[in-house]
């Protein structure tokens, strides 16, 4: 991995000269990045220690929450239009310490954190009064305090962005834990939201984390008798270990996502989909297509067409093993190589190819460690089954329960119901790449958490807040 020195960005971004940085010829243009400036405050927020950092943001989501509406308004408005002018560097600086995915998906993930999170707008939905003799109950939603948000090292920056927006257009502080992974960067961020959040409302401390974040510290953060809610992005284990603290916990889990192609479907437009969606930040999504069930008749007219979209297709049993040998330790993926580029992956698998392939598609079977395995790489196994039924059945089971994510093209209206209702996913996309599923290409919200063990689905602020109601006896009814 490539060094950037820190402290000397800060002091150009400071400075407000051209900033530059070991950004990878491949991945952005030759040209050097000039990022824009944030304002800079002298706001602190990364602290030694978890109470600390908690305690600082439990006193400023008391101010918070006693400012106005307007207030929140303008803190989302500034966050907005201050990271969105730096959105590259945000994306370079994720890829660059991670190692994983690609600065170009990581820009538009970034982007639609930044520009499609609702704001404080999304709380209206909710508000409901009731009317009569009695008089008027009202109920609204009402921020729950401190949160606690655990971030993934696959969408370190996206999910602190749209986890920070959401959570504050609620009237929260919010104390993040971040990977230990994208620690740097995620430190950087973290101090620049609350540089913004400050400028923007003039309290400190909405935005909080410590300067060392570790598993260790995470879980003394769970535990912490201030922290009001358990927001945790990730896989199943930190998932499990939020919901012993016996708080309310939204989880947000792993998936396995399965895509179901039948004989109706638009097959160029589904292949072209599916590489586009599976090869997405090199298959580090939790949504990205992990699984293609095709229906025979069609299985290899939609892997010449994926082909063309950009796919390497590998059939002979003696390759599928090399890459499994490289991929595959003790039956689990080899995390060496999540999120790497399907050209690094074929290379050291010693697999001759052509050109710059966004994706590895392999004659699979429902048994195989990239059929049952979340891999979070651009290898996904192809799987044939002779009708829609089949297909159905097959889906569910690579799914294994998880109700995640799911994809399927098809022109059958009948089938499409079906599949909707059988598999239960949070999120089911229909003709379309799975991204479409977080308002990429897709109508509707974006979010980086989806809560699928805990319900919420996809959340947004609404999510982030307690239903309370407010009651008055005697009055205010003009029916
Ligand atoms: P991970 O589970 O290794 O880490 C996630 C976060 O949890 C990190 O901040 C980590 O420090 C923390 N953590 C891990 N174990 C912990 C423990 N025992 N106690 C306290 N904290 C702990 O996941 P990752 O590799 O960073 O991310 C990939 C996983 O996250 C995949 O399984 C993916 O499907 C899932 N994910 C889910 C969603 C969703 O919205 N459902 C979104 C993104 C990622």
């Not at 490539?2 to 150009?12: D, G, H, M």
Request: aromatic share 6%.
């Amino acid at each position: 991995m490539e060094n950037i020195n820190i402290e000397e960005l800060v002091n150009q971004i400071i400075r407000g000269t051209e900033v530059t940085t070991s950004i990878k010829k491949e991945e952005v243009p030759s040209k050097k990045q000039t990022f824009h400036q944030p304002v800079v405050t002298d706001a602190i927020c990364i602290f030694d220690t978890v109470d600390e950092a908690v305690q600082a943001a439990k006193i400023a989501q008391k101010k918070y929450f006693h400012s106005s509406l307007s207030r929140r308004k303008k803190v989302i408005e500034d966050l907005r239009n201050k990271l969105l002018p730096i959105v590259e560097e945000i994306a370079t600086r994720a890829y660059e310490e991670t190692q994983m995915g690609s600065v170009k998906d990581k820009i538009q993930k970034n982007t639609i954190a930044i520009t499609q999170t609702p704001g404080v707008e999304d709380l209206n939905v909710v508000t409901q009064v009731i009317t009569g003799d009695c008089g008027m109950t009202l109920y609204e939603l009402s921020p729950y305090g401190v949160i606690g948000a655990i971030a993934p090292s696959t969408n370190p920056t996206e999910t602190l962005i749209s986890n920070a927006i959401g959570m504050l257009a609620a009237g929260n502080a919010v104390y993040f834990s971040p990977h230990p992974g994208a620690k740097e960067t995620s430190i950087w961020l973290i101090e620049l939201m609350n540089k913004i959040v400050k400028e923007a409302s003039g309290i400190d401390h909405l935005v909080v984390t410590i300067n060392k974040p570790s598993i260790q510290a995470a879980q003394q953060m769970m535990e912490h008798k201030d922290i009001n809610l358990l927001v945790v992005t990730g896989g199943p284990g930190v998932v499990r270990q939020a919901m012993m603290t016996g708080k309310k916990v939204l989880g947000a889990g792993a998936g396995n996502p399965p895509t179901i192609v039948d004989e109706t479907a638009n097959i160029e437009k589904a292949g072209a989909d599916i590489v586009d969606g599976a090869s997405f930040d090199n298959n580090i999504p939790c949504i990205a297509e992990k699984n293609i069930i095709a229906v025979e008749s069609i299985a290899d007219f939609l892997i010449f067409q994926m082909e063309k979209a950009g796919a390497v297709y590998i059939k002979e049993l003696s390759q599928i093993r090399k890459l499994e040998q490289l991929l595959v330790i003790d039956g689990k993926p080899n995390k060496a190589y999540v999120g790497k580029p399907a050209s690094m992956i074929l290379r050291d698998a010693g697999i001759h190819f052509q050109g710059e392939p966004r994706l590895v598609v392999v004659e699979g079977n429902p048994k195989m460690t990239f059929t049952v395995e979340e891999m979070l790489m651009p290898v996904v196994p192809i799987m044939r089954t002779p009708d829609f039924e089949t297909a159905l059945e097959l889906a569910l089971e690579v799914e294994q329960g998880l109700q995640h994510t799911a994809t399927m093209h098809s022109q059958n209206v009948t089938r499409l119901n079906k599949a909707a209702r059988e598999l239960q996913t949070s999120i089911f996309v229909k003709n379309g790449p799975s991204f479409a599923g977080i308002g990429f290409r897709g109508e509707g919200p974006t979010t980086f958490t989806i809560a699928t063990p805990t319900g919420e689905g996809t959340t947004t602020a609404r999510h982030f807040a307690r239903t309370r109601r407010c009651v008055l006896t005697d009055g205010f009814s003009i029916k």
